[in-house]
């Protein structure tokens, strides 16, 4: 019994840096947001306002605690009604493109996916 409780400390020591690991993160760079979680991120919609104009996604990101993450989708609705969106340029590391991200948007142009 005294062997399980000395390990179910170091159990939960490692129970908890997992849980860290897998939090998501919100990251905004060069006026485009994404949520990373693990290693992966996700475009996403801006928290306030719109996107406009031309938007170059980049291919990897990192959180403020320190870990890169790759860009591998755009979120469901992440550009839906930008009206003043008109060039998107995506990542080789895009996997995935949500149902509706680019719902609404008139003005776009050109989409770039290598």
């Known amino acids: 019994m005294q062997k399980v409780l000395l ?9 908890n840096s997992h849980a860290v690991a897998q939090e998501k993160d919100t990251v905004e760079v060069n006026n485009v947001r994404y949520i990373c979680e693990g290693t992966k991120a996700s475009v ?3 928290a306030s306002g719109k996107y406009s104009g031309n938007i170059v996604v980049s291919d990897t990101v990192r959180t403020k605690a320190g870990v890169l993450c790759t ?4 979120a469901k609705n992440a550009f839906q009604s930008c009206v ?3 060039k998107v340029t995506l990542p080789s590391t895009i996997s ?5 991200a680019f719902n609404g948007c008139p003005s776009v142009d050109s989409l770039d996916i290598p």
């Open 7 to 15: 390990l179910l400390p170091l159990f939960l020591a490692a129970w």
């Open 44 to 46: 996403v919609s801006r």
């Open 71 to 74: 860009v591998t989708s755009v």
């Open 84 to 86: 003043n969106l008109s």
């Open 96 to 100: 995935t493109i949500g149902e509706g």
